[in-house]
């Protein structure tokens, strides 16, 4: 009874859809479930890149410690303290990456990390935060 109904509510082409998913369903799921792991290895190789750049800034800025922080904001912010291919190089355990809401991975490449997230946000992030902890 339940199935007539799922075959009258997906129609004709709905039902060869079924059929086919049902006799290759374990394949279907194999190439799905390596997606999924694919994806999910591309997203924390992302991540770990951009902490890894967050650090590398962090411990730049850190080393400079110079009174003045308006001309250390002018002077980093025009000049990002890293290169991404460098950053890459030291963190990068997967040749691909993925944002947050990416559906398809890109090549672990500086200009791919450009334009998920570019090196001058960082920057500007750390520093915003390297403000807030000398004015606490």
Not at 47 to 69: D, Y
Not at 80 to 87: A, D, L, N, S, Y
Not at 92 to 115: D, V
């Amino acid at each position: 009874m339940v199935r007539q109904i799922v075959e009258y509510l997906l129609g004709p082409l709905g039902v060869q859809v079924l059929q086919f998913y049902i006799s290759n369903s374990l394949v279907i799921n194999c190439i799905l479930f390596l997606y999924g792991m694919v994806l999910l290895l591309a997203y924390a190789n992302y991540r770990r890149i951009k902490n890894t750049a967050i650090s590398t800034v962090q411990e730049r800025l850190a080393g400079k410690k110079q009174s003045n922080s308006q001309t250390l904001e002018t002077k980093t912010a025009t000049s990002p303290e890293f290169t991404w291919q460098e950053i890459i190089d030291k963190a990068s355990f997967f040749p691909l990456i993925a944002h947050g809401k990416s559906i398809i991975p890109r090549l672990t490449r500086p200009s791919n990390m450009e334009i998920l997230s570019s090196a001058s946000e960082l920057v500007s992030k750390v520093l915003d935060d390297w403000q807030i902890t000398q004015q606490g």
